[in-house]
């Protein structure tokens, strides 16, 4: 379970997003987690869990019969089990928000994306039981199938497809005002990376970067609404602020 959330939590962070907490409720452990990123970003912090669960796994299986270790041979087997089973392409499963992720990516709307995750959810758990009842007309009893199909409805009718929180930034300095919330102006180096100027983005305020050189002279100002549409076209979540403005530029000039 370590291996796992650590496969989560360095991946989120090489995308630049904030781990705020962890929490844990009846679809298991969850990381909440604050900041921009793209939904194919999202879907690979979510395959990078059960990725370093199958990598702990085929590790501890190696090591364990080199040197005869019974208990890493058990927890290679535990990895192995708990990580196919989060491959599921199910909510809230890690499959599950991979698969969401990548459908958005591809331009699937927001509507028809979460019926198609639901949909697939829902199969997972009536197939669960039907196997279940299967087995038990041959006389034998899996207990773990009714469970597994159990936690995927609760996960349906308990909004399941509920994602890991992050702060909405997208909305314009108009919005802003019309919200009555507090204008906050932040200055900072051109050279930061983007990734970076999430961390001055709280709830209730708008967000205005002033941007500026070394030497001490302002380059540019950077509102909250633009920073969301410059991190989805910066080439890594490294990318300088002021290289990332020449790229913009330069793409709306095309």
Request: charged share 20%; with cysteine.
């Amino acid at each position: 379970v370590i291996v796992h959330e650590l496969g989560h939590i360095l991946t989120l962070r090489l995308y630049g997003l904030r781990i705020r907490r962890f929490s844990a409720d009846l679809r298991g452990l969850c990381i909440e987690y604050s900041g921009l990123c793209t939904p194919l970003a999202h879907a690979v912090s979510a395959l990078a869990g059960p990725a370093a669960g199958l990598a702990y796994a085929f590790a501890a299986s190696y090591f364990g019969r080199s040197r005869g270790s019974e208990t890493l041979i058990l927890s290679s087997g535990v990895s192995l089990l708990l990580s196919l089973f989060n491959l599921l392409p199910v909510l809230p499963l890690d499959g599950g928000r991979v698969l969401r992720g990548t459908l958005l990516s591809l331009r699937v709307d927001e509507k028809r994306t979460k019926r198609i995750c639901l949909a697939l959810t829902l199969l997972f758990s009536v197939l669960f039981f039907v196997l279940f009842f299967l087995y038990l007309a041959q006389g034998k009893v899996n207990v773990t199938l009714p469970i597994f199909g159990s936690f995927l409805a609760v996960s349906v009718l308990g909004n399941g497809n509920k994602d890991a929180v992050y702060r909405k930034i997208d909305f314009s300095l108009p919005d802003a005002l019309a919200r009555g919330v507090e204008l906050k102006r932040v200055a900072v180096l051109a050279s930061m990376p983007v990734k970076n100027a999430f961390r001055y983005i709280g709830q209730g305020t708008y967000l205005v970067l002033e941007a500026y050189e070394a030497d001490g002279t302002k380059a540019f100002e950077l509102p909250q609404n633009e920073l969301s549409e410059w991190f989805l076209v910066a080439p890594t979540p490294y990318t300088p602020i002021g290289d990332l403005r020449e790229i913009v530029s330069k793409s709306l000039k095309k």
